[in-house]
């Protein structure tokens, strides 16, 4: 799948060629790396995950293109730098010591030499974190996920990736509640069709799916 990089605002295009010299033991995650599988719209971060844990100030002083940089949050395998770029600002988010597995393999890119998660990894991640916020754009998200994949398939990926601490049904209660954050605002349309798909889901039913690494490379 063809990268779709004109979709970074400026910021994080500028950024983008620096990115391969992020560690080799990070993956892009997140709403960016969808939106440059998908791109079906803009953001404006990069998340990079590890199931290595990190030293936050090492890290920082080891990643040229941090230097400089506002570190926005630092705390235990947690770090987040604003760049600035174009008079702009990019912000870089690392995580590491993760627990959850993976379905594939990441696609490792030349130019950045980066790897960025499948699209079976993204929508384990996205149907699991509207359990914890409330964002339209996550509903975004997966309203452009299911073009490419079935609610059930989405639910079916987190389940194998996250194991018992993914409750399917903490998701789908999501899915249909609209009233916290900024979801009274998300278009109509995109509201309609989730309800319907969550009513027509057996969870009794889903596929089964098996984990390729409890390592996220």
Known sequence: MELKIDILPTAQYRLWQELGETPKNFVLYGGTALALRLG???SVDFDFFSSEPFEPNELYKNIDYLQA??????????????IIRQNEVAKVSFFGGLSFARLSSPEILSNPSIAIAS???????????????????DYIDIAELLNYLSLEQMLANAIAVFGKEFN???SLKALTYYQDGELP???????QMLLHLVNQIDLSKLPQVTIQSSQLI
């Not at 990894?121 to 359990?131: E, F, H, N």
């Open 168 to 170: 399917p049904l903490l």
């Open 185 to 191: 605002q998300l278009d109509e349309k995109i509201k």
């Open 69 to 82: 940089s506002e570190k926005s949050q630092i705390s235990k395998n947690t770090l987040t730098c604003l």
């Open 119 to 137: 699209l079976a990894d993204l929508s384990a991640t996205k149907i699991q974190v509207i359990q914890d916020r409330a964002e339209m754009k």
């Open 40 to 42: 079906h719209r803009q």
